[in-house]
Nanobody, 116 residues
């Protein structure tokens, strides 16, 4: 069974940092791209970042470039999102996903709240 489980969210003050994790199981982790997508209250989903299977290729939305870093540990089957210099507009539920064949798999999400 394919599983993606996000963790690491929480409440942080503006300017603070959080590291999100996406632990996976049920498939060959090292063969697939992963993405982080967020959804703020009352808004549609927003793509945040993606990483290729080796980790050498990474891509970021302009809104997070220079503040967020995506990475992966193929030995631990886990994808990370290091978030620095957080802003109130980063408040959202953060999801990781991956495409396997014709299906896209998502985790349950983790809430990030940036507030003073």
């Amino acid at each position: 069974e394919v599983q993606l489980v996000e963790s690491g969210g929480g409440v942080v003050q503006p300017g603070g940092s959080l590291r999100l994790s996406c632990a996976t199981s049920g498939f060959t982790f090292s063969s697939y791209d992963f993405s982080w997508v967020r959804q703020a209250p009352g808004k549609g989903p927003e793509w945040v970042s993606s990483i290729n299977p080796s980790g050498a290729g990474t891509w970021y939305a302009d809104s997070v470039k220079g503040r967020f870093t995506i990475s992966r540990d193929n030995a631990k089957n886990t994808v990370y999102l290091q978030m620095n210099s957080l802003k109130p507009e980063d408040t959202a539920v953060y999801y990781c996903n991956t495409g396997l064949g014709s299906s896209t798999y998502w985790g349950q999400g983790t809430q990030v709240t940036v507030s003073s």
